[in-house]
């Protein structure tokens, strides 16, 4: 089987399946948690590989990890709810507590069992298509089959619960009112999160896992304000970064699943910068947009006070403007047709006219 095949299906796998739920846990601002399960997960993986005897542990190591996933979040709900600390506290005193406890477990009854980093934190998901399973009598990738079934899973707890997750996120009280049971749904949500964290271990490890939850989610955001869109925007820039990503690492000879995450945070960077929503420098010029508005039609409102046509130089000791921003102004009030430049000066047009005139206080 092409190993480019393999290797890029596992990567967009990996990232829709993460783009699925890690949607909803950057719009329940709850992303640190995303990184509190995928560490804490490790004594559910410990006791996994433990009770399955070493061997076969992929499908116990799930469910290792879910109720693993399940306390952390229990525990940084009681703690919040305690009142004694707040909830990224909450998420920084349990997820190194129980991440130290795996560690503490490895050290003291596996010290025979080698964790490669490359396994464990980074990942390298080139060793995909060596990683198989015979189904059916033909040779399929173990990773396919993962984050395949995970990707379904995913998907189908979002389509049969979309109205129950949508009015959840934005308004838990009412959901509750409804009969929707939001804490039901926050649990299964992640317990979905811990599966998919797990998953992606072979692939991507624990920290890069991370940023496909995240990222993907976090760029949608910045792109749309509807819940569909924002999925599908996340889903879509999950697939986008692993298949540049693929082809950049391919042509730097670098780290495969590191070259996807930072093609992520690139899509994040460019969205934060010129997203037409929230975009940093959109913001800019919208409001570089608007001051120019509003001086050229303050300008036309002052020359329609004077029957002669106004220098530039009166108008620059009338308001206290540099040259450049009044030349700035003199295009915009010409782009809107409300000004006339003669050599005498400046007079506003028919069209000015009118302006000011609609915005004259009428008396009664």
Same mark, same amino acid.
């Given at each position: 089987m092409n190993a480019d095949l393999v290797i890029v299906l596992?990567?967009? =796998?990996?990232?829709?399946?993460?783009? %699925?739920?890690?949607?909803? %846990?950057?719009?329940?601002?709850?992303? !640190? %948690?995303a990184d509190a399960i995928s560490h804490a997960v490790l004594p559910g993986i410990v006791m996994a590989y433990w009770l399955s005897g070493g061997g #076969?542990?992929?499908?116990?190591?799930l469910l290792g990890a879910a109720a693993a996933g !399940?306390?952390?979040v229990t525990l940084v709900e009681w703690l919040t709810r305690s009142g004694k600390v707040k909830n990224d506290a909450a998420i920084g005193i349990v997820f190194p507590a129980l991440f130290s406890l795996g560690v503490l477990l490895v050290s003291l009854y596996f010290r025979q069992v080698h964790l490669d980093l490359d396994a464990v934190l980074y990942g390298e998901i080139a060793y995909a298509p060596f990683n198989t399973l015979t189904l059916w009598g033909r040779e399929i990738p173990e990773s396919w089959l993962m984050m395949g079934s995970l990707t379904l899973l995913n998907l189908l707890f979002v389509l049969l619960f979309y109205k129950e997750l949508k009015l959840s996120t934005f308004d838990?009280? !009412?959901?509750?009112? %409804?009969?929707?049971?939001? #804490?039901? =749904?926050?649990?299964?949500?992640?317990t979905l999160v811990s599966f998919t964290s797990v998953g992606a271990f072979q692939s991507v490890g624990a920290i890069l896992i991370v940023a496909f939850l995240i990222i993907p989610p976090a760029t949608a955001y910045l792109l749309t304000q509807r819940l569909p869109v924002m999925l599908? =925007?996340?889903?879509?820039v999950g697939v986008v970064s692993s298949l540049v990503g693929y082809g950049l690492a391919i042509w730097f000879d670098a780290s495969i699943a590191g070259m996807m995450a930072t093609v992520a945070g690139v899509c994040f960077a460019l969205a934060f910068l010129f997203s037409p929503l929230e975009g940093l420098l959109t913001a800019q010029l919208r409001r570089k947009a608007e001051r120019l508005e509003v001086a050229a039609r303050l300008l036309v409102a002052h020359l329609a006070h004077h029957e002669q046509a106004v220098s530039d130089q009166e108008?620059? @000791? @009338?308001?206290?403007?540099?040259?450049?921003?009044?030349?700035?102004?003199?295009e915009k009030a010409l782009q809107?047709?409300? !000004? @006339?430049?003669f050599q005498e000066g400046l007079r506003p047009s028919p069209a000015g006219l009118a302006i000011v005139a609609s915005r004259a206080p009428q008396r009664g």
């Open positions: 596992t990567a967009i =796998l990996v990232s829709v399946a993460s783009a %699925l739920v890690g949607t909803f %846990l950057v719009l329940r601002r709850m992303a !640190l %948690l #076969g542990a992929t499908p116990t190591a !399940l306390v952390t838990a009280s !009412l959901a509750a009112t %409804l009969g929707f049971a939001p #804490g039901l =749904l926050h649990y299964a949500l992640m599908g =925007l996340a889903v879509g108008v620059l @000791e @009338e308001f206290g403007w540099n040259p450049r921003f009044l030349q700035q102004v003199k809107a047709g409300w !000004l @006339e430049v």
